[in-house]
């Protein structure tokens, strides 16, 4: 094998190389839009629930203090 055609196997080696690891980063890629997604929906049911939360304590609030606002007519 000459000089020239084991640098032309190493460069073929090397582009293979290139491609596993563009292949390793297509698949990463893919598991963090997975993870990214089930972010994006763990947030929206959290905001959601802190929402009600919220919403509830306000009626609650507002509802002590009409019970106070009635003893003390």
Same mark, same amino acid.
């Given at each position: ?9 190493? *460069?073929?080696? /090397? !582009?293979?190389? @290139? ?6 980063? #297509?698949?990463?890629?893919? &598991? ?13 049911? *959290?905001?959601? /629930? !802190?929402?009600? @939360? ?5 009626f609650? #609030?507002?509802?002590?203090? &009409? ?7």
């Open positions: 094998m000459t000089a020239v055609e084991q640098q032309i196997q190493q *460069i073929r080696t /090397a !582009l293979g190389r @290139i491609r596993t690891i563009k292949k390793s980063l #297509t698949e990463v890629a893919k &598991g963090v839009a997975v993870i990214k997604a089930e972010a994006d929906s763990l947030n929206t049911d *959290i905001q959601s /629930a !802190l929402k009600s @939360i919220e919403q509830t304590l306000s609650v #609030t507002s509802e002590s203090i &009409g019970k106070e606002y009635q003893k003390n007519i």
